[in-house]
């Protein structure tokens, strides 16, 4: 895989009052973004007010004076309503109509991207541009039910309505508030399983700088069903297909042009952490099919996070788009070798499905992963030798669990984070256990190891070391399943 394509020029000085390059093709966004992140405060709000009615219907108990229009008696009667769809919401959120009505849905898209509204998720319109209008012919309605929209992620985060049939024949999971509990169930993980035979690890080598002032990267964002754990898939959204995306790596001045395609189903967006620009322009949301270039100059060291921040941004980012940036400081110590880990969280949805929106916004990980598996270097431990200097790069990817990135049996002699070195060989010889990172920190930290053997990788927030937080470094030749009775 090479993305990178290095566009080093031989004897080319890093020209230090370069002008701003050619800048991207700019679209008509910018309001539209605007409105994006209008409604993503919105749709926050939503969330928090959908939760309270939630309690509030709960405490009130059952909801027998909906309001809504006057209920059509009889049978063989037709019921059009008007339906207005945004982000993230359904207005109205609860219709009724009388068993036997015909149900016919007038419904406008009010919102900054596509949305469709089905009956179950399988009947109504198609995907509706926004501003504009469709017609759904939901036919006759016997029975309650709920229609939403099936860009992955919206039902979740509130576009959903409830179709409240009255004087229908009872069924018993018809009424109540309990959107979200689907038929299907969360794929679970089974933290001993192995993976299968040619099962391959995300490669945790970080590569150098390609050098060169200018750095040309393609990113396709989409939708990949990818194996998150022994037999667990999740369809994980992507930078290049992969989770983390793919590591990029330059220094202090560094130009980097990144064009970033979209060819999944819904709307993405990329934010670079390491980038100064305007958050309307590069950072918009594109559609399907469309594409922009983000261009920025890298003027800072570090180690920063890159994510799609398309509203809901945390559910794009808790399903995988996320990868990191590397800046090198300019006083960057040879090393024999040089890692990275991104640490993240996992929220399972069913199996082979997107993960849980649900779960992302209660904290509610199934797992905490190095470069998106389970135990990924316990099944597949980094082989070096004693005695080698090692740099480690730990990025946290989040989106919301921190980091107290530690490996069992070594001191850090050095320790950098967000941009500055906390610790450095010297006279005092101090020694670090651990990096602390919050969601969106990065650092790296440099050790030996001392003898042969093993030496596990962890965030010592141990409640996660059992939840897939865990690696190994392996020392010489040694058996790597020692650890097992360790
Ligand atoms: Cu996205």
Redesign the pocket.
Known sequence: MTLIEDRSRAGAAPAPGRPAGPRGPKGPEGPTAFWAFVAAIGSAFAILVAAIAAVAAVSLSDRDSAGGSAAASGTGETKTVAVALSEFKVEPASIEVAAGTELILQVTNNGTMAHDLKLDGRTGTDMIDPGGTATAELGVMEESGQAWCTVPGHKEAGMVMDIVVTGAAATDNGGGGDTAAGADTAATIDFQAEPEAGWQPYDPVLQPAPGGVEHQVTLH?GETEIEVAPGVTQTM?TFEGSVPGPTLRGRIGDLFTVTLVNDGQM???IDFHASEVAWNDEMRSIGPGEQLVYQFKAEHSGIFMYH?G?SPALH?IGNG?YGALVVDPPDLAPVDHEYLFVQSELYLGPQGQPGDLTKMQGSDWDAVVFNGYVNQYSHAPIRVEAGQKIRAWVLDAGPSENSSFHIVGTVFDTVYKEGEYLLRPGPNQGGSQALDLQPAQGGFVEFTLAENGLYPIVTHKFANVGKGALGLFQAGEVDPTDGAAH
């Open positions: 964002a959204w709307d993405h967006s799609c398309t794009h788009m």
